[in-house]
């Protein structure tokens, strides 16, 4: 309803901090300006500041205006402002201003309702039906004003579509903010402590001014109110923009373009969102895009993702999430990363209880085919690769890596191929950590992400999913004919002989089942021998590319010079100082960086005994894991390579590193022949070549195989890596 206040002559309290440097106006500089056809509330003027010092006001650049409140000017003189190509003189013309603060040398034109703000220097307001701001506003942040009941606060409510993991937006929060605060949900006393660091330094003040940074250009918009724009934004043609925060600088200067709507919520440094995108109730990390008529609702988005034409609701994704299709759907799930939806993957609300509470949970790397949809409550282990169908029933896929389909011949059980990316495609993931690399335009990165697929967090599913072949083989011989494990009943040892199995009969055919991938009809797992020998493989692969990097940043500094010179060996020496470094076996993806569970769970420690008081102190101990991510991740291949071989390093014989030195041989040369051979089909396959007239002209489209950058440098790196492999363990092999 619209309410009636009668004007009085009031006297306006101005902050002292803003007339610093300003002067009232002059006789016939007030003048100039009622000529200029200017109104103002106040008859006197008393309420317009400019900026002191002779000719830094030119009152003939002020014009057909109305003001009220207070106006403080900074420098004001005839020059031009540049924005690609709009170009437009300094001034304010045609806009009625309250209770404003304007920098230096800025352009208000046209700008209907303009209330309550702080603009900065070289700012260009053109075209905004309104732009204003109220004295409650928090600018998308999850915290209160003086008086403002709980129930005022903005929550995101990522991961389930009920609210039960919601958390509190704020300014500084990344991905890894969200997963802590969302995932660890029983200890109430953690809870309410999330809830004091996002509040603290908040006083409370009902004093609130919209904030545009320096060099932001805002033009052709309909309504901004309650919004903190930074530094060097540009926003045009955006329908509707409240309560929000956009992170913007002149290294990471943010965009915003036609038809934009956007509430409740934070856009992260050097994002965009362009086209009709629709967020509420969000944080966006940094340099992402939100584009052609997507709709984020309800969730947090992590560094380095695009989305476009889709809807994403009530979720948790961390960076590096591609999503481009507008059939797509993502609803109720974390997704973890390096994930790409394809078109018509309707990863959404298929519930199976009587409320919308499911979730889907899928680890780094997912990728769902075309056309695929499943049923909540799923899980997925990192990289699992959907193939094209309809999953009616709930899944928990725990093989990373893997290939799962629908049954074939009105089989109703999933088939799975473990270690599929490996045994079939090793460029795909191979190229994985270079592509999210180039892709990662982030000036700052505050998020630490790890893009390598082969780290602490895979290697440990891939452990687990070497103990759950070997069990399920068990139950395979118990019913085989061959009485391969007659006259043995104890557990250990049955687990022993299918162990020996494995290992012994590596061309064996035969598949196992899994009750627990798939409700109902369980999974058929395809090629078990082949996929336990490759998982072994690249775990030594892992375990000896990380010893390798360790002892090479053993080298003391001062002989940087000759480190290329100096050959990678691992000796007792630098086994005794990896075994000085605490042994982690249990690692989380948390936000994108991996980390220790230990390390989290003492994270957690030190927040309910507040001596981790604020978010900005918890990132400087995501910062100190990160720091010691290397040295931990040294201490576990180690600790790998004795579980595979079931002893101490120091008990290995020269039979365990030829083995170690072979299979490691292998995946390298198999990584870089079987990204070769995958790039070479685009050259020599019939299908590829048949639209281009030429070889020559096949070039000149996608490129000369000989140039591509990325092979020749993994042909380079491969052969470093197995000139350095030949002679390391050299010293423990005498």
Not at 442 to 449: A, T
Request: net charge neutral; with cysteine.
């Amino acid at each position: 309803m619209v309410k009636i206040e009668r004007l009085e002559n009031t006297k306006i309290k101005i902050p002292s901090e803003l007339l610093k440097g300003k002067r009232h106006l002059t006789g016939q500089e007030i003048s100039v300006l009622q000529k200029n056809q200017n109104y103002n509330d106040d008859e006197t003027w008393q309420n317009f500041y400019v900026e002191e010092g002779e000719g830094n006001f030119d009152a003939s650049l002020v014009r057909m205006n109305f003001f009220s409140g207070y106006v403080i000017l900074g420098r004001l003189q005839k020059v031009n402002l540049h924005y690609n190509d709009l170009v437009l003189t300094c001034g304010l013309r045609r806009s009625r201003i309250g209770n404003a603060v304007i920098g230096n040398d800025c352009v208000i034109r046209n700008v209907s309702y303009f209330e309550n703000y702080q603009i900065g220097d070289r700012v260009i307001l053109f075209n905004v039906s309104e732009l204003s701001c109220t004295k409650h506003s928090k600018f998308g942040n999850g915290i209160l004003k003086k008086g403002e009941p709980e129930e005022n606060r903005i929550w995101v409510g990522v991961a389930n579509e009920n609210d039960g993991r919601a958390v509190l937006p704020f300014e500084s929060m990344i991905p890894a903010d969200a997963y802590l605060w969302s995932h660890y949900r029983a200890d109430t006393q953690l809870l309410e402590r999330f809830i004091q660091l996002t509040e603290y330094g908040n006083t409370g003040e009902l004093d609130t001014f919209g904030i545009i940074g320096n060099d932001s250009v805002i033009k052709n918009c309909e309504i901004i109110k309650d919004a903190k724009i930074g530094n060097a934004a540009y926003i045009k043609g955006a329908f509707k923009l409240k309560n929000i925060t956009i992170l913007s600088s002149e290294e990471e200067p943010s965009q915003i373009g036609e038809g934009v709507e956007m509430v409740n919520g934070i856009l992260g440094y050097g994002s965009r969102v362009f086209y009709q995108a629709i967020a509420v109730r969000f944080v966006i990390g940094r340099n992402c895009q939100i584009k052609y008529g997507a709709r984020l609702l309800n969730s947090v988005l992590g560094d380095n993702s695009t989305v476009s034409c889709c809807e994403i609701l009530n979720n948790l994704i961390f960076p590096f999430h591609e999503q481009h299709h507008n059939s797509s759907f993502l609803i109720a799930t974390t997704v973890m990363g390096q994930s790409n939806i394809a078109a018509g993957a309707t990863v959404g609300s298929n519930h199976n209880s009587r409320s919308p509470d499911g979730e889907i949970y899928a680890k780094r790397g997912f990728w769902p085919g075309l056309c695929s949809d499943f049923k909540h409550n799923s899980r997925f282990a990192s990289f699992v690769l959907v193939s094209k169908g309809s999953y009616q029933y709930e899944l928990d896929i725990p093989y990373p890596f893997a290939l799962v389909s629908p049954g074939n011949n009105g089989n109703q059980s999933i088939s799975i191929i473990p270690a599929w990316w490996f045994l079939y495609d090793m460029f795909a993931i191979t190229r994985n950590k270079n592509k999210f690399l180039r892709r990662d335009k982030r000036v700052v990165k505050i998020q630490n992400i790890e893009t390598d697929p082969l780290a602490p967090d895979t290697m440990q599913e891939i452990m687990s999913a070497l103990e759950r072949i070997i069990g399920l083989t068990a139950d395979y011989l118990k019913k085989s004919k061959n009485n391969y494990l007659q006259g043995i009943s104890r557990k250990e040892q049955i687990f022993q002989k299918a162990k020996d199995y494995l290992h012994q009969n590596p061309n064996a055919d035969f598949t196992l089942q899994d009750s627990i991938c798939q409700k109902k009809y369980g999974a058929t797992i395809f090629k078990p021998v082949q996929s336990y020998v490759m998982y072994r493989k690249i775990v030594k692969y892992f375990a000896t590319r990380t010893l390798m990097d360790f002892c090479t940043s053993q080298v003391d500094i001062k002989k940087t010079a000759e480190k290329n010179k100096i050959k990678k060996q691992l000796t007792i020496e630098v086994i005794k100082l990896i075994r000085n470094i605490p042994l982690y076996t249990e690692w989380e993806n948390v936000g994108g960086q991996i980390i220790p569970s230990q390390k989290v769970r003492e994270l957690f420690e030190k927040i309910k005994e507040c001596s981790i008081n604020s978010w900005d102190e918890v990132h400087k101990y995501y910062a100190e894991c990160q720091n010691e991510y290397e040295n931990y991740k040294a201490r576990y291949a180690l600790y790998l390579l004795e579980m595979l071989y079931s002893r101490p390093i120091e008990e290995f014989t020269y039979e365990v590193y030829k083995n170690i030195m072979e299979d490691v041989t292998i995946v390298a040369n198999e990584i870089y022949e079987a990204s070769l051979q995958s790039r070479e089909k685009d050259y020599t396959d019939y299908y590829r070549n048949m639209v281009y007239s030429s070889h020559k002209e096949m070039e000149n489209v996608i490129g000369a195989l000989d140039d591509n950058s990325f092979l020749i440098e993994l042909k380079e790196e491969t052969s470093e890596f197995i000139s350095s492999l030949e002679g390391f363990f050299a010293h423990l092999t005498k």
